[in-house]
């Protein structure tokens, strides 16, 4: 495979697509020898919270079948799958939940759980940041993200993947950060030797899914800035809309040139594109700073549902959300960080029915 190809691959039997995909893609001549020291290839999903891959929000655990079974008939035995739920979920329910914890009793495989994991200190391109130890375990890593909107930075996809391999502490640093610099840097100190992109059903506009949108595609790339840069001609956003990939370019991680772009299809036959999406519109009624995804994730969908209802306009004033709040005073916030607001919904984050109900109450005065 090239760096400027993405192949595709449609249908509906999802572990044998993907079996197709990586053997025309070519994987096989870029995976270290099998002999050679019983190298250790790390498959790592997107299981940012239980909930099942037909919601839009995790990978399907027949994609990841499908890779083990291709990486096992070609004698590769020292095989894990990793993984970091967003803070506020736990992985282990993940694995559970999502499919994974049979996946590891059927093929033999080891389930890690980054969450548990301790963190270690790396020089990312001049940015010191904490990453998960066992990942310096690895020869070979194998990225499968979800192809889905996201509330904060528009998509997510290969690049903010890699983000389930840090410390949860570390997570809630990157929100402090502006999440898209710490993302472009973490993938100079996590490299993605090859990627397997689910764009089965994923949810557009919400990380978390609930609306999915099925398109029963799995693609198959090695530079995840072209990856990216891809998802975002798709979901109708232009690249410097999401700073993390022009970042990430710049620090060499890949090219977001999607004019030398070759989009390969292995059944040979063109495919209509995904056409751009209508962006959620609610954002209008959130005061966010630094906000992390999982509390900001749960007050996305109460904002459609007032919305709905012809609601959210009857509020009386903006919503607070994240930890650039703390110790600040306000009429309404969300989450443990508006502590010190008149009205505050805490939790870490806080339960989506006890944020309808209290801003449905305030809406109604």
């Known amino acids: 495979m090239q760096r400027n190809e993405i192949w595709r691959s449609y249908g509906t039997d999802f572990k044998e697509m993907t079996k197709r995909l990586l053997l025309k893609s070519g994987l096989a001549e870029l995976l270290p020898e099998a002999d050679d020291h019983d190298p250790c290839i790390a498959i790592k999903p997107n299981l940012v919270t239980p909930a099942p891959a037909s919601f839009g929000g995790t990978t399907h655990p027949e994609i990841v079948a499908g890779i083990v079974e291709f990486l096992q008939e070609r004698n590769y035995k020292n095989i894990v799958i990793a993984e970091g739920s967003w803070v506020g979920d736990k992985t282990s329910e993940a ?13 033999g495989v080891s ?10 200190e790396a020089d990312c391109a001049g940015e010191t940041l904490s990453i998960c130890k066992k990942v310096r375990n690895w020869d070979f890593l194998i990225n499968v993200p979800v192809l889905k909107g996201h509330c ?9 993947n890699i983000k389930g391999l840090i410390p949860n502490t570390e997570k809630r640093r990157f929100h402090t950060m502006g999440l898209h ?9 996590i490299r993605q030797d090859f990627i397997v992109i689910d764009h089965i059903c994923g949810d557009l506009s919400f990380e978390e899914g609930g609306s999915p949108v099925t398109r ?6 090695v530079d995840p800035v072209l990856v990216d840069s891809y998802v975002c001609s798709l979901l109708g956003y232009e690249t410097e809309e999401v700073e993390y990939i022009g970042l990430a370019e710049k620090l060499g991680v890949g090219s977001s040139d999607l004019s030398h772009l070759r989009l390969i299809t292995c059944e040979g036959e063109p495919y209509e594109d995904l056409p751009a999406h209508s962006i959620l519109d ?24 007032l919305k709905s209802e012809g609601l959210l306009d009857r509020l009386p004033g903006k919503i607070a959300i994240g930890q650039g709040h703390r110790g600040k005073k306000g009429l309404i916030g ?4 508006t502590s010190g607001f008149d009205i505050c919904v ?19 005065r």
């Open 181 to 189: 610099k710490p993302i472009a840097h973490l993938n100079t100190g």
């Open 95 to 107: 694995f559970e939940y999502c499919g994974y914890n049979s996946i590891a009793k059927e093929y």
């Open 216 to 221: 029963n595609c799995i693609m198959a790339a």
């Open 346 to 364: 805490k939790g870490c984050p806080p339960k989506e029915e006890d944020i309808y109900r209290q801003l449905r109450e305030l809406s109604d």
């Open 152 to 160: 904060q930075t528009h998509i997510t996809c290969a690049l903010k």
């Open 111 to 120: 389930l890690i759980d980054m969450q548990k994991d301790k963190g270690v």
């Open 282 to 305: 609610v954002s209008y009624a959130v005061d966010e700073v630094d906000s992390c995804s999982a509390c900001y994730g749960v007050l996305i969908p109460v904002l459609e549902r």
């Open 334 to 337: 969300i989450g443990n960080c």
